[in-house]
């Protein structure tokens, strides 16, 4: 079994820097459950380059980035017990040795590195359970009969109920749901 396993607000908290970066730019204080919809850049009034920009600049100063979880080096073991775990990425070409540092910091294992295009769907790659936090991935992955673990955030409260997603609040569930699933 293959799992695509996402970073940004799956095991890197990162909207939390991102909100920092943004105050400091726009001297407004917004906390993480402000970010309730998936394109609140538009509720802000910055263009989508505005919107990516600041999520590059979150990611210069990865070193602040927190994880989503305690012990999410154990938690990924977990899942890499039940199959091959890639991280699977749509981040900006120039943040990707970040997100490496990152990753390599908080001990995180994984198989391979995959980055797909910023913006772009993921469910079309060979793996059979995505991980993500994304309500476009997930819905368009089982759409395609994959599998979608939905990582709870604010911003993904409208998936509709759907037999291939399984929302979960954190990674010890995702193991569960994986063990519970047929292939
Ligand atoms: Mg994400």
Known sequence: MKIALDVDSVLADVIVTWLKVY????????????????DFWKRLNLSRQQFEDIFTEAWNKWEQIPPTEEDLAGKVEKLRALGIVDIVTGR?????????????QHNIGYEKFVRVP?????????????????PHNVIDAAGKNRYSILYDQPWNQDVSLHPNIFRVRNLSEAVQVIKSLRF
């Open 92 to 104: 900006s070409r120039e943040t990707i040795p970040y997100v490496k540092e990152w990753l390599n």
């Open 23 to 38: 105050q400091q730019l726009h001297s407004k204080h917004l906390k993480k459950a402000d970010v309730n919809t998936w």
């Open 118 to 134: 910023l913006n772009s769907f993921k469910g079309h790659l060979a793996y059979e359970v995505f991980i993500d936090d994304s």
